[in-house]
């Protein structure tokens, strides 16, 4: 069994900057492809940004530029830096890992979501 802990959502003014993290927990596993989703009050989730093990990102085009997406592989931690907050980045922040079990068997899993609000 894998958890996936986030943290390091809040209240922020827009222009500021937030950092989340994403913990992945548990044993017999490896971590393939991570990413950050968000979904906000009225809108379908997201993807924001995400990391392959090999580090290669991917952006959406509203966050390119101000997001960056990285990962400790060492650790089972990835990270979402977000500078230049907008409102329009207000949102419910979910991680989601993609691993592999020893026995070659794939899963995803999500995260409990952490909150970004941007006040204007």
């Known amino acids: 069994q894998v958890q996936l802990v986030e943290s390091g959502g809040g209240l922020v003014q827009a222009g500021g900057s937030l950092r989340l993290s994403c913990a992945a927990s548990g044993s017999g596993f490896s971590v393939n492809m991570m990413g950050w989703y968000r979904q906000g009050p009225r809108n379908q989730r997201e993807l924001v940004a995400s990391?392959?093990?090999?580090?290669?990102?991917d952006y959406a085009d509203s966050v390119q530029g101000r997001f960056t997406i990285s990962r400790d592989n060492a650790k089972n931690t990835m990270y979402l830096e977000m500078n230049s907050l907008k409102s329009d980045d207000t949102a419910v922040y979910y991680c989601?890992?993609?691993?592999?079990?020893?026995?070659?068997?794939?899963?995803?899993?999500w995260g409990q979501g952490t909150q970004v609000t941007v006040s204007s």
């Open positions: 990391i392959t093990s090999g580090g290669r990102t």
């Open positions: 989601k890992a993609i691993v592999q079990t020893e026995m070659g068997y794939t899963y995803q899993y």
